[in-house]
């Protein structure tokens, strides 16, 4: 199974000239020499952040204008080319939010005010569970309304407006679930005096999320988030569970550099990989913030991660292209070692009642 993982593209008016006459074509050409018969990529997955500030920027775009949601342009310009030059099902993309996805237009003052003064542990899931009816979450309206209309006809694609569900399916069967948590509801850009640095986002989308798959007997599950665990105030709460809980791999943004974070659970462990910011600001100069992705590769007979290919966007002059990321992986780019300690997920498949079962469709119907 090969997965590419995008994060925090923050496409926008200011990176759009670059993104059109450079990067997308360069993107879509570094993809396709990771998508072979032998090995094709099978998903991509986006943790957040897709469109910069709201997206309002890209309204200015001349041919955008009359354009209703930033994310329909963003579906029009970097989807679209990226599923037809790869000819993949669109259906082969998850996403999630990220705090840039937010529209802060939508943030009312007063409300805002009164759910920093009263959300805590004991009742964050009862704000969550009103967002059925966006009535704490109209920030993320827009977003989580592209994510229902794009994956209408997904039936392997549970939606709602909290934390949705997928399942891939291999060809031998084997069926590997992926939990995509919304964990940038409450974000904003600017915060109260009574904010707090970390925020709540509700762990029941876990709980939900993992008793769904749990129920579709997957034998791997994989876990999309925005933010690290540590910006969370629940973030204690969200390592037992990545630690207790059938979840394998988590992925993750919103810092723009690559990180490694391994929880140790009592079956094995939970790996978690952070990606750099896949476009951005490609001028930037600093090393580390350099535009890039990264492609996961799995054995699901071995039940392993077999390598990570980094990938590195070169906006010099004379290249604009996909080079190996050897600041991340100094091995041409490629990390295959020290990726599956403790005979990698299969003492975590050992710990957890797998059993067999046919993709039930309806399980999937609302």
Known sequence: MRIVHLSDIHLSKSNYDEFQ????????????????????????VIT???????????FEI???????SPYDIFEIVFLDPIIQALKIDKHSVLFIPGNHDIDEKEILLFDESELIKNMNHTNINNYLSENIIFKHSHRIRKFKEFEERYHDGNLSYKYSQNQSTYIFQDKSGIKVGFLLINDSWR???????KDYAKHYFGI??????????????????????????????EGDAVKGILQRKNIELFLYGHFH?????????????CKGFRGRAALFKPEEKESKYHSGYQILDIDLNAFILTQIHYRKYNNSDISKSFNMDIDTAPNNGIDKNNLNNDKGFELQREGRKSK???LDINQFKS
């Open 21 to 44: 006459n450079n990067y997308k074509n360069a993107l879509i050409k570094d993809l396709l020499e990771y998508h072979s018969s032998s090995t094709p990529i099978d998903l991509i």
């Open 48 to 58: 957040g952040d897709l469109v910069d500030k709201g997206g309002y920027s890209l």
């Open 62 to 68: 001349p041919g955008f204008e009359t354009q209703n």
């Open 187 to 193: 974000c904003k850009s600017i915060k109260l005096a």
């Open 204 to 233: 029941q989308q876990f709980y939900d999320g993992i008793e769904f798959l749990d129920g579709l007997t997957t034998e791997l599950n994989i876990c999309l988030l925005h933010h690290s665990v540590e910006d969370y105030i």
């Open 257 to 269: 550099n690559t990180d490694t974070n391994i929880l140790y659970t009592p079956h094995g462990n």
């Open 356 to 358: 067999k079962s046919e």
